[in-house]
């Protein structure tokens, strides 16, 4: 018998094929698209299993709109995109918790698909979104499927959005639960959301071994694993392991993972005999009738919030090249500082550049704008720090350039094997330099704060959002104890709030920090 699995993850609300920085797009990605390549698939195979691997219900303007906008606040149009595919089972993924328990619980309650989930207990230990593993039968054959989530949102989520939850190690679970799965089943599937902590081809660690990912360890570990569907890094892998199958596709719906195993009797037992495995590009596919008329009314109403204008800028706060904003900054990054600044009553701030894909405000600023440049749901914190920690979180965030051919460059550490350039954050309120050919941990020069020089015994307060306030992108100077207060709105209802509020604005041009090699 021939099983074709079936696997996507990490959509982020992209349901369309656009990012939404131009309206009318058709861009190589989205879950419209994965679908159509789902279905071929489909009418292809003799038995299919098709899982979702999380990180479903945030991301995207849409999905914003949904859970922050709309009076109804429910992901209905994610939710009837995801029902119009045969979906057997889904797993949670970390960002699944930015709107809170009850905006994920009755997206889970709404879902055609059945979640699985082994790691996010409740007090008294048991699994708290679904049950650990779930089986679908072929005929005589079982198939068996365990639900995992990266451990690392206990550390990085607001704590209200996980309260009462537990967070497990992944590779804790699967050695509890696989064994269970032998006994019930003949075929058993791991559908994680997390990556790979390890190099595939020598082992060797490309990531910090904190936690976040555990698949290389549960795959190297817990024996009896079939199959492994990972997530979470938005690589585009397809591969073995140990003699176990796996992939991971993309972010988005830019690919479907395909496994196909053969399982044949033996000695009295089904056995996986052959697999095989890849990524399915889903970007030149036309994207599914269904879903887009599924969800037609509530993308309308998107494209009509997004277009409304809001305020008006005297001057700039647009930019053509990422890269300069991060080593010589931008008015747009002083217009988030200032944001965040007068929020939480503080004169400092640390923020990163999110996208890649927005190029700041055009002028007049509409939703769009905003959505599109600041696309995490993210709010804020208000800490007391030390000038030590303000030192600490300069070097750290430092270590994000090298020198290469005599030229500064982004640390490739920093795009594999995931792009994280958000855990580079530049500062506002100090004055500094960055000189990048200096050893790590002695790259600021002359951190000053209201024209003093930074020194350790200096209590400040800033502003960050409640990812980095917790110490979230390994900044470990930070973290919960100093937190003051947090402010429950989120940056982008902040933004407009504010320019609601101040019609006209001035670009700022100040320039507080640079980066020289």
């Not at 109403?301 to 277009?307: G, I, M, P, R, Y």
């Not at 696309?375 to 350039?401: Q, W």
Request: proline content about 5%.
């Amino acid at each position: 018998m021939k099983i074709t699995i079936l696997t996507t993850s990490d959509t982020h609300g992209f349901i369309e094929p656009t990012n939404y920085v131009k309206p009318n797009a058709n861009m190589p990605f989205g879950l419209e698209k994965a679908a159509t390549i789902i279905r071929k698939e489909q009418a292809r195979a003799d038995h299919t299993l098709i899982l979702d691997d999380g990180d479903f219900l945030e991301g995207s303007p849409l999905a914003y709109y949904q859970a922050e906008v709309q009076e109804n606040r429910s992901p209905s149009a994610i939710t009837a995109a995801f029902n119009e595919i045969d979906y057997d089972f889904g797993t949670i993924g970390n960002h699944e918790f930015n709107y809170g328990q009850a905006y994920l619980k009755n997206a889970i309650a709404d879902a055609k698909r059945e979640f699985i989930s082994a790691n996010i207990l409740k007090d008294d230990g048991t699994p708290a979104l679904g049950k650990p593993f779930s089986i679908k039968e072929f005929g005589d054959v079982k198939v068996a499927v365990l639900g995992l989530t990266t451990q690392s949102v206990d550390a990085w989520e607001n704590k209200e959005s996980v309260k009462g939850l537990k967070f497990i190690p992944a590779v804790e679970a699967a050695k509890r639960w696989v064994p269970e799965m032998q006994k019930e089943a003949d075929v058993v599937v791991v559908l994680y959301h997390g990556g790979f902590e390890r190099d595939l081809s020598n082992g060797q660690p490309n990531d910090k071994i904190d936690g976040e990912n555990e698949a290389y360890q549960i795959m190297k570990e817990v024996p009896g694993i079939d199959v492994m569907a990972t997530g979470h890094q938005h690589r585009s892998l397809a591969g073995k392991l140990f003699g176990i199958p796996y992939v991971q596709p993309g972010h988005r719906g830019s690919y479907v993972g395909r496994i196909q195993i053969t399982v044949e009797k033996e000695d009295g037992k089904y056995q996986v005999k052959h697999t095989t495995q890849k990524i399915i590009k889903t970007g030149e596919e036309k994207p599914d009738k269904a879903i887009k008329n599924a969800i037609a009314p509530v993308q309308d109403a998107v494209e009509d919030w997004l277009a409304k204008p809001l305020a008006h800028i005297n001057g700039s706060m647009n930019y053509e090249d990422p890269f300069q904003v991060r080593t010589h900054g931008a008015n747009f990054i002083n217009f988030i500082q200032k944001v965040q600044m007068e929020t939480m009553g503080c004169d400092l701030s640390g923020t990163a550049l999110f996208s890649n894909e927005a190029r700041g405000f055009e002028n007049p600023i509409t939703m769009r704008n905003i959505i599109t440049n600041y696309v995490y749901p993210n709010t804020l914190a208000l800490l007391e720090i030390s000038g030590a920690d303000l030192k600490a979180a300069l070097e750290r965030t430092a270590e994000y350039f090298m020198v290469k051919n005599d030229q500064v460059i982004v640390d490739p550490k920093y795009h594999h094997p995931k792009i994280r350039d958000y855990n580079y954050d530049m500062y506002a309120g100090v004055d500094y330099t960055i000189k990048v050919s200096n050893p790590i941990g002695q790259r600021i020069i002359n951190p000053t704060y209201h024209g003093q020089p930074v020194t350790n015994k200096m209590k400040l307060k800033i502003a960050l959002n409640t990812y980095r306030a917790v110490g979230g992108g390994h900044y470990p100077m930070f973290n919960e104890d100093k937190v003051l207060r947090y402010n429950t709105v989120t940056m982008s209802n902040l933004i407009a709030s504010y320019l609601k509020y101040h019609p006209e604005i001035d670009a700022d041009k100040y320039r507080n920090f640079k980066v020289i090699k």
